[in-house]
Nanobody, 124 residues
Framework: QVQLVESGGGLVQAGNSLTLSCAAA????????MGWFRQAPGKEREFVAF????????YYADSVKGRFIISRDNAKNMVYLQMNSLKPEDTAVYYC?????????????????WGQGTQVTVSS
């Protein structure tokens, strides 16, 4: 069982940066692949980024590539999403998710555990 708690959301102006954190309560956190997803009002949940377990391979959605950075600290059971050059279209609820198979999926259904989400609003 894994419990995930996101933090760090808020209101920012376009062009600014924000870093989201996700704290994981899991004895074997390092064995999970971790992902960030987001959901804007009236839209489906969409993939943002993932990071694999110990090898820490990262992958990003085209819409955030070059602007967002996902990282993890296995010693602290934490995963982060550094968001730079934010745009109004980045406005959404951001979710942290864990994949116990340690895979590398962009599909929400591959992730068994989810946090409650944190709101990010980017003003123009």
């Amino acid at each position: 069982q894994v419990q995930l708690v996101e933090s760090g959301g808020g209101l920012v102006q376009a062009g600014n940066s924000l870093t989201l954190s996700c704290a994981a309560a899991a004895r074997t956190f390092s064995s999970f692949a971790m992902g960030w997803f987001r959901q804007a009002p009236g839209k489906e949940r969409e993939f943002v980024a993932f990071i694999t377990r110990s090898d820490r391979i990262t992958y990003y959605a085209d819409s955030v590539k070059g602007r967002f950075i996902i990282s993890r600290d296995n010693a602290k059971n934490m995963v982060y999403l550094q968001m730079n050059s934010l745009k109004p279209e980045d406005t959404a609820v951001y979710y942290c998710a864990a994949d116990r198979e340690g895979g590398s999926s962009v599909q929400p259904r591959a992730y068994e555990y989810w946090g409650q989400g944190t709101q990010v609003t980017v003003s123009s």
